[in-house]
């Protein structure tokens, strides 16, 4: 075909090689250029950001999994502890094992280490040097073994604080006394167990399987770990078969008019409802209508899940509408019924989206805080949950309330609880990955 | 019960009028998409139906099988039968009716799921098999029907997706034989295919025909001329000429039916 | 032709195609009239300018088959232009044969120059103008798209045949009273001949004419004709 506007000769061929033509290609390069080393430094700042934020927690936390330790020749005297040889034959002899007092036997060995203090004031400030927590330690060691008694064994028992801090380095030796809040004589004390290698540190076990302390060598991150696990428990079982349903039944089902627009409206609006709200919804519906009970894992499960429930709607009818019209025209092309198209073919295929969506909601819910503290998750709480009523924090308030604290001690435990939040947030991160890349189709 | 020479069985009623339309109108919310169009559809017989796009002919298509319910402001109005059944009526189970008038979609589109599966879906759905030796012969004898039994026998279990183009829309018409439906409605079946996939739908077309009534839509006059006995030209919802194949595309009596054959349109 | 095709170059091959076939049936006409001519004026070299003439046509005729089936593939026509290109393809070869005839008169014009003219002969230029009127005017149906034209033309053929008889009837005669003149009268009863089926050609062509026009084939009832296993059955005619 011809092209009457060539023919006319009303277009003459363009210079490409004229200099504003070649101006123009050297503006448009600085132009690329430019804006390459834009998003370059951009990414290189967050990037910083990142990299001090975790130097600063893992600086700060690494060492909150150790702890210190001292080594004691213990002997469990009965008359110490206030039983006898008799009690052990009894059909009660682990209460009575569990119920001897012993609060002595540990400052005793350590008097008896240290024979040449005798005034009774030094002798208490050398009992300082043992964590409070060493009582229910040694009570542990002989109730595990019961031979023990009346005889004298070897242990590892927990330092306090400003021992563990001393031989962590937290605690600077160089200041004078008042600053660093440690008397000289207790440093005395500390070198020389030091120097006869009587002092070592070991990975705090404690740490993953205790519940929370008022001491910080004592306070533990499980009992807010099995309170996060419980609460996400609750939260997973209602919001995501409500939250399912609900995006398969807006998308599927649901006719396009005023109300359905009104209804996707407000699920949007619900998203980005502070969740402090969500909190105060908890605290108004569960316990002040309802009146469950406070602290309780189901209630802060139940307030999570009313905060997850637009994401997870949300996300869910994303991943429903992702999957394609063809397949819906052809499950009911051949005569399946809407439910069959819906279970048999939609759902499934957008299972993956459905449960990225899903987790990445629980994510957040497991990060939440401020409406956990409106139902009273912020409870100090000693023991481990082990269901559903009982009072339990979660990691996230555990962090609060632990950098809260006046305690130096907390300061580590701090940092090494953000370190396991974190950990857990990855995991979840990771899965969700996982599930979308091994499940996602392509067609 | 499934029996594949029931299928067969149904050819000895030549010339059988299978599916009627009376007048049918079909709006979508204020669009008069459909304008009063009759039509008859014969069991032994390939039915085109051709038109510029936009013209109703996918429209009526999907009205056949009801499809156009799941569209909320679509409304037909005039008379379906299939034979002599109105498909419209309440008593009318639409997904049995589905399933008597199966449907082929432009765009192949397999379930995500193995070949097998892909075929066995509507036979297990509407209970058409007691076993899986049954299932399985089911599974066999479509796929041979569709001519993709020697292409996949041994993969039966590869994904549907997996296949090439062609492969897939042969599936798709496996996928619908297997129900063992009367109709087969075709909605522009090898629009997305190379000529020899093309070519190979419609030899598989011209071996359907007799088996199942089968209703075409298609932009490409020469396929509807190969494949077809009767071809029906819509325009903006009219449909202005209906007749044997042969009469439309040698000698069509409407001046825009000519124009849109020939190529003069618009 | 109501509209042009949306690809223009379709218009294109069609517009050649016709021109192709006005190129020929000038042509023919040209033949027959230049035979005639011939014949009458007794100019062996004029024949033999016709004689030669026919490669012309018959070169036409190639190279419109070509353009013909280079159109069918590239264009796959329909409808209308279907008709159209097969017509062309079949009007091109009865071109072709009525410009043999034309020949065949040519060269047995050379023959009866050579021999003293026979009476009888007198009528066939005639005749030859009434068939060389009818090739003209059905070529000009085919240009025009004039159905009525050509059921004129496939009228007339009546008239060509009544000529044939009456020359049949006139050379026997003669032959029987001239028996030495048996071989230009035979020559003659032969262009007579090929003139009836240069007729029958035309008619023909007004039969194709009117189908690729109407797109339905004329009635078989022609007035006289031996061409009746040309007409198909069974088509009504659907016009309003």
């Known amino acids: 075909m011809n092209k009457p506007a060539l023919a006319d000769g009303a277009l003459t061929p363009t210079d490409w090689t004229s200099p504003a033509m070649v101006a123009r290609i050297r503006q448009r390069y600085a132009r690329e250029a430019r804006f390459k080393a834009m998003g370059l430094v951009a990414l290189v700042i967050s990037a910083l950001f990142l990299a001090f934020l975790l130097y600063s927690i893992a600086g700060n936390g690494l060492t909150g999994f150790q702890s210190t330790e001292i080594r004691l020749n213990v002997a469990f005297k009965p008359e110490a502890l206030g039983i006898t040889a008799a009690d052990l034959a009894g059909p009660d002899a682990e209460d009575r094992l569990r119920q001897a007092d012993y609060g002595l036997i540990g400052g005793d060995a350590l008097i008896a280490r240290f024979p040449e203090v005798t005034d009774p004031g030094d002798q208490m400030d050398l009992e300082e040097l043992l964590s409070p927590g060493t009582a229910a330690y040694l009570r542990e060691t002989l109730v595990d073994n019961p031979a023990l008694l009346g005889k004298s064994i070897t242990l590892w028992v927990p330092a306090a604080t400003d021992v563990d801090m001393l031989n962590k380095g937290q605690i600077d030796a160089d200041l004078p006394a008042l600053e660093r809040g440690i008397s000289d004589r207790m440093l005395g004390y500390y070198r020389q167990l030091k120097a006869d290698g009587d002092i070592r540190t070991s990975f705090n076990t404690r740490f993953f399987t205790a519940a929370d302390s008022r001491d910080p060598e004592l306070a533990a991150i499980w009992g807010a770990t099995m309170g996060s696990l419980l609460t996400l428990f609750v939260t997973l079982l209602i919001s995501f078969p409500v939250g399912v349903l609900a995006a398969v039944y807006l998308e599927e089902y649901a006719p396009k008019n005023r109300l359905t627009d009104f209804i996707e409206v407000n699920i949007n609006n619900l998203a980005a409802v502070p969740s402090i709200i969500f909190g105060l919804l908890g605290l108004a519906v569960f316990l002040g209508t309802f009146g469950m009970q406070r602290s309780a894992p189901v209630v802060g499960g139940l307030t999570l899940a009313l905060m997850t429930l637009p994401t997870i709607v949300i996300a869910s009818r994303v991943a429903i509408k992702a999957v394609p019209p063809s397949i819906r025209d052809a499950a009911r092309g051949i005569g399946a019924s809407p439910l069959q198209v819906v279970f048999h073919h939609v759902v499934p295929l957008a299972l993956p989206g459905i449960m990225t969506g899903t987790i990445i909601g629980m994510a957040r819910a497991l990060g939440e805080t401020a409406p956990l503290l409106m139902i009273g998750m912020r409870a100090f709480v000693v023991d481990v949950p082990a269901s559903l009523t009982d009072p339990a924090t979660v990691l996230p308030v555990q962090v609060f309330l632990w950098s809260d604290s006046v305690e130096r001690g907390f300061v580590e435990k701090t940092s090494a609880a953000i370190i396991v939040l974190m950990v857990f947030l990855l995991m979840m991160n990771a899965l969700a990955i996982y599930l979308r890349q091994k499940f996602e189709r392509r067609w | ?266 | 032709m109501a509209t042009t095709h949306t690809v223009k170059s379709f218009d294109d091959d069609l517009r050649q195609l016709r021109s192709y076939i006005s190129q020929m049936g000038g042509l023919a006409e040209a033949q027959i009239m230049g035979a005639i001519e011939a014949l009458a004026s007794r100019n062996p070299e004029m024949a033999m300018r016709i004689v030669t003439g026919d490669r012309a046509i018959d070169h036409l005729e190639m190279e419109a088959e070509r353009h013909i089936i280079q159109t069918i593939a590239r264009r796959q026509p329909l409808a209308d232009d279907l008709r159209e290109v097969i017509s062309a393809l079949k009007i091109a070869a009865l071109i072709e044969r009525i410009g043999d005839y034309a020949k065949n008169i040519a060269k047995r014009a050379t023959a009866l120059a050579q021999v003293s003219p026979i009476q009888p002969v007198v009528i066939v230029p005639e005749m030859g103008k009434l068939v060389a009127r009818m090739v003209k005017d059905v070529l000009d149906a085919y240009a025009s798209r004039d159905a009525e034209l050509a059921r004129t033309v496939w009228s007339r053929d009546k008239h060509v045949d009544d000529f044939y008889a009456s020359l049949f009837r006139a050379l026997l005669t003669y032959m029987m009273e001239n028996p030495q003149q048996i071989t230009p009268s035979t020559h003659v009863l032969f262009i007579a001949k090929n003139l009836e089926r240069i007729g029958d050609h035309a008619t023909n062509i007004a039969e194709i004419v009117h189908f690729n026009v109407t797109g339905e084939y004329m009635e078989p009832d022609r007035p006289k004709g031996d061409e009746t296993a040309f007409s198909v059955h069974g088509m009504e005619s659907d016009e309003d």
Not at chain 2, 8 to 23: C, H, S
Not at chain 2, 45 to 67: H, Q
Not at chain 2, 169 to 179: F, H, T
Not at chain 2, 221 to 244: C, I, N, W
């Open chain 2, 1 to 266: 019960m499934y029996n594949p020479t029931e299928a067969t069985m149904t050819v000895q009623d030549t010339g059988a009028i299978k599916m009627t339309a009376r007048n049918v109108n079909v709006f979508y919310g204020d669009k008069h998409a459909i304008k009063d169009v009759s039509i008859d559809v014969r069991a032994d017989e390939v039915t085109a139906f051709i038109g510029p796009s936009g013209c109703g002919k996918s429209t009526f298509l999907r009205c056949l099988n009801r499809m156009n319910d799941t569209v909320a402001s679509a409304r037909v109005t005039g008379e379906m039968r299939l034979d002599g059944q109105d498909i419209y009526d309440r008593q009318m189970d639409v997904v049995q009716l589905r399933a008597r008038v199966g449907m082929v979609f432009q765009k192949p589109n397999p379930f995500p799921k193995s070949i097998y599966e892909n075929i066995a879906y509507g036979p297990r759905i509407h209970g058409l098999a007691r076993s899986r030796a049954e299932l399985d012969e089911i599974v066999a004898t479509s796929l041979k029907k569709a001519g993709l039994w020697d292409e996949v026998k041994d993969r039966l279990n590869d994904s549907g997706t997996a296949l090439s183009g062609g492969q897939q829309q042969r599936l798709c018409i496996a996928r619908a034989i297997a129900v063992n439906p009367e109709v087969i409605l075709m909605d522009e079946p090898c629009s997305a295919l190379d000529p020899i996939a093309t070519a190979k739908i419609e030899e598989l077309i011209e071996e359907l025909r007799g088996r199942y009534a089968i209703v075409i839509v298609t932009h490409n006059m020469q396929q509807a001329a190969r494949v077809s006995q009767k071809t029906a030209f819509f325009h903006l919802g009219d449909l202005v000429e209906y007749g044997p194949t042969s009469e439309i595309f040698t000698n069509p009596k409407k001046e825009k039916t000519k124009d849109y054959i020939t190529g003069r349109y618009g």
